[in-house]
């Protein structure tokens, strides 16, 4: 495995495989867990080059996030990499000038609600960077986590919007043996809080069996998700279901898709997860 560390230093070592070969990309902000490790399998098979960037990118933290506290594991990571087969890891120390960036994309619409929300300028950081990394590495497929399903959607609109020559694929979550959503940020959790957290996907998971069982009024799926939380003293930041690609609100499932989102502060961590609500033949 090659490691790169400046724009550079990776578009001299891509652009001689450039001609002959399948690049898939996968972008990362490092900390890597089984979830990354599963964008990073999935791109070895549709491709015949993978290349793996780590970047905090300061762009999509608001000033009073985690910026500064972001694990940063780069050694483990690396080695992590080059055990599953990665042939190229892109770590920057910084992809902005150093007077700061002058221009940036907005991600406008999509990113008004779920996250954006609570964190206005995030998705405008992260269609910004994921912009450059793009014409750095220049992929012919890029693959992101389902589990940051709102940045997958606004993902995908940026590059049909912006005309870009590369296919994204979305990977299903990675999830805990008891449901929790793999994250980096789940090591901020104490003992208690991990405890806690997993009360995350058992009020999703309850929202689709009741979807599927043919309950199709939404005030009743939150109402069984909220006890759930509340059972393990969660407050939900948001608790939303929504049309998968515009995002916007759903009142009743019907037979269009919809998908169930949450984000919840579990002691000093902010957590998301998502899940997608069926509903059976009969009840459509
Ligand atoms: N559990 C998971 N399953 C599948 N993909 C994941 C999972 N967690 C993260 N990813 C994906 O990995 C890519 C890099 O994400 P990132 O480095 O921010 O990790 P993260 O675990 O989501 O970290 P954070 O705690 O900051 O949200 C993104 O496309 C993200 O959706
Ligand atoms: C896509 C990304 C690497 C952009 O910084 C980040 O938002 C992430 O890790 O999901
Ligand atoms: N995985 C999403 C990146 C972020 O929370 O900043």
């Not at 497929?141 to 609109?157: M, N, P, S, T, V």
């Not at 939404?218 to 690609?245: C, F, H, M, Q, T």
Request: some cysteine; proline content about 5%.
């Amino acid at each position: 495995m090659r490691i790169a560390h400046t724009p550079a230093e990776i578009r001299r070592q891509l652009k001689s495989l450039r001609a002959s070969k399948t690049i898939a990309f996968v972008p990362t902000m490092g900390c890597l867990h089984a979830g990354h490790m599963s964008l990073i399998r999935k791109a070895k098979q549709l491709a015949d080059i993978v290349v793996v960037s780590i970047y905090v990118n300061p762009l999509q933290f608001g000033p009073n996030e985690d910026l500064d506290n972001y694990p940063r594991t780069f050694d483990a990571d690396a080695k992590l990499c080059a055990d599953a087969g990665v042939d190229f890891l892109f770590n920057p120390a910084t992809l902005y000038p150093a007077s700061g960036p002058k221009i940036t994309l907005k991600a406008t619409q999509l990113s008004e609600h779920l996250c954006g929300k609570a964190r206005p300028g995030h998705f405008d950081g992260v269609v910004t960077v994921v912009n450059i990394l793009f014409n750095i590495v220049q992929p012919d497929i890029a693959l992101f986590g389902e589990k940051d399903w709102q940045q997958l959607a606004i993902i995908r609109r940026m590059v049909s919007d912006l005309q870009m020559a590369v296919e994204v694929l979305g990977v299903e979550t990675v999830r805990e043996p008891d449901g929790l959503a793999m994250s980096s940020r789940n090591r901020y959790l104490s003992e208690t809080d991990r405890n806690r957290a997993v009360a995350l996907s058992k009020a999703l998971r309850a929202m689709q069996q009741l979807a599927t069982a043919g309950e199709s009024d939404i005030g009743v799926l939150k109402d069984r998700a909220n006890a759930i939380l509340a059972a393990a003293d969660i407050s939900a930041e948001y608790l939303d279901v929504r049309n998968p690609n515009s995002l916007k609100n759903k009142n009743r499932l019907n037979s269009r898709p919809a998908r169930a989102f949450i984000a919840a502060r579990v002691g000093s961590a902010r957590l998301i997860d998502n899940i997608p609500l069926h509903q059976t033949e009969e009840s459509q």
